[in-house]
C-alpha cells in the first residue's frame, strides 16, 4: 500500500528535533510522497532544504500563503516571483483566502491569489487552495480570472455538500485530512456524496490531527489514519482507498 500525502508542513520547526525520524515513521506506515506546500518567503529555504534531501519522497511547491498577506504584500509577491524561474516546482502553493483572524486585507488577498493563480494557469501546473471562513470570496476570485481552466485541490474541505460540488464543477479536487476523523465533522457525508475520483489525502500538519492523536502534533505518516477513515465510510479495505486517492494525485500532479 501506498499513500500519497498532499499536503504536509513537515519542514516546519515543530520537527527541528526529529524530522528524520518522522519521515521514515510516514514512510513506514505506507506513505509514498509527500507534497510540501510553500507558506512565504521565511519558511522557503527550510522546505527547499527538506525537498532536496528527501527528492524521491518530497515534492515542493511556490506560493504565498493569505495569511502572510499584509502592508507588505508585494515584497512577498516579488520574492516568490523571484523564485520562480530558480526552483523545480510541482505545484503552485498554499494560496488563497484567509479571513478567519482578519479581513484587514482581503483586496490584497484576492490580488495575490488571482495573481498566482494566473501564473500556474501559464505554467499548467496544479494550484493548492487555502480558504478559510472565505469561499464565496475564493469562489469569486475564481470565477473572475479572465481562464476558467482550473487543476488542483482545495486543501483542507471544510465547506458544504453544495460547495464541494462547486469545486469539483470548477476541476478541483478535495483535500480530506484529520478532521474526517472528529466526531462532529460533517465530512463523512462529503466524502460520500462526491465522486470518489475527486477526492485526495492530506494531513496538514503539525495541525489537525487526526483521531486518536487529538491534541498531538500532527505528522505526515498520519494520513494513514485518514485512509482508515475513509476505507470505513467508503465501506472498502483501506489498500482501495490508496490506490484511488493516489491515482487522483497523479491526475493533478506530475510527482
Known amino acids: ?9 513537515v519542514y516546519d520547526e515543530a520537527f527541528d528535533s526529529d524530522r528524520d525520524e518522522v519521515i521514515q515513521r510516514a514512510v513506514s506506515l505506507g506513505v509514498g510522497k509527500i507534497i510540501l506546500p510553500d507558506i512565504d518567503s521565511s519558511s522557503r529555504e527550510r522546505m527547499f532544504s527538506v525537498a ?4 524521491d519522497l518530497c515534492f515542493p511547491m511556490l506560493g504565498v500563503h493569505p495569511t502572510s498577506v499584509n502592508e507588505n504584500f508585494q515584497a512577498e ?3 516568490f516571483y523571484a523564485e520562480l524561474p530558480k526552483r523545480t516546482i510541482v505545484g503552485i502553493g498554499e494560496i488563497g483566502i484567509d479571513l478567519y483572524w482578519d479581513k484587514t486585507f482581503l483586496e490584497e488577498q484576492i490580488e495575490v491569489f488571482s495573481q498566482q493563480v494566473e501564473v500556474a494557469q501559464k505554467r499548467n501546473i496544479p494550484i493548492v487552495t487555502h480558504v478559510r471562513k472565505a ?18 485541490i482545495f486543501h483542507c474541505f471544510s465547506g458544504s455538500k453544495e460547495e464541494a460540488f462547486k469545486v469539483i464543477d470548477m476541476g478541483f479536487h478535495i483535500g480530506i485530512g484529520g478532521v474526517l476523523t472528529f466526531k462532529t465533522s460533517h465530512l463523512d457525508e462529503i466524502v460520500k456524496a462526491i465522486p470518489r475520483e475527486k477526492v485526495v489525502l492530506e494531513t496538514d500538519d503539525p495541525y489537525l490531527t487526526p483521531v486518536p492523536h487529538r491534541g498531538e502534533r500532527n505528522e505526515p505518516g498520519y494520513v494513514a489514519l485518514v485512509a482508515e477513515k475513509l476505507a470505513s465510510v467508503w465501506n472498502c479495505p483501506v489498500e482501495e482507498v490508496a ?10 500532479f506530475t510527482l
Open 243 to 252: 490506490e484511488i486517492t493516489s491515482a487522483n494525485v497523479l491526475s493533478i
Open 135 to 152: 469561499f464565496n470570496e475564493t469562489y469569486k476570485a475564481l470565477r473572475d480570472l479572465p481562464s476558467q481552466n482550473f487543476k488542483g
Open 77 to 79: 509577491l516579488d520574492a
Open 52 to 55: 532536496n534531501q528527501y527528492p
Open 1 to 9: 500500500m501506498s499513500i500519497i500525502n498532499t499536503h504536509s508542513h
